[in-house]
């Protein structure tokens, strides 16, 4: 049978891809803690996830190959840290969208996501001061 082939990224953080819901659920429990074992995630997932300890182990191990988890391997349990932050990761995967999905175009996201989200009068002013400074740059320009 024929070999396969895997990539992994080396001295660049993986999140190109995104995350599969596995991989999003440790990360959570990962950023929430700062740092976890696999003991430590597999005890927050198993009561709804019911995934055996070798399932996490498998998926912390590759999300440490991708770069997203750094893995240290000084005591007898790895401990594992993230390597990119929620929002890294969230603009990573929102930026694939707009590219790959949508043609560049950001209107359908903004479209979305103030429809979606339950937002209050602070944020909105956040947006349009957020609005107020890109249409200044872009009067620079």
Do not use: C, H
Not at 34 to 61: H, W
Not at 75 to 97: C, D, F, K, L, R
Request: avoid cysteine.
């Amino acid at each position: 049978m024929a070999k396969k082939t895997v990539r992994v990224r080396k001295n660049r953080v993986g999140v190109g891809s995104g995350l599969g819901e596995l991989e999003a659920d440790i990360m959570s429990v990962v950023w929430r803690l700062g740092s976890a074992s696999v003991k430590d995630v597999f005890e927050e997932l198993y009561p709804d996830k019911r995934l055996a300890y070798t399932t996490i182990m498998t998926v912390m191990s590759r999300l440490a190959n991708k770069n997203v988890l750094k893995q240290d391997r000084t005591g007898t349990a790895y401990v594992y840290t993230p390597n990119v932050s929620q929002e890294e990761m969230a603009n990573s995967m929102i930026n694939q969208v707009i590219d790959k999905v949508l043609g560049g175009s950001i209107a359908p996201v903004l479209s979305f996501l103030l429809n979606k989200s339950e937002i209050d009068e602070g944020e909105i002013k956040r947006i349009k001061q957020a609005i107020q400074k890109k249409k200044k740059e872009l009067a620079k320009k």
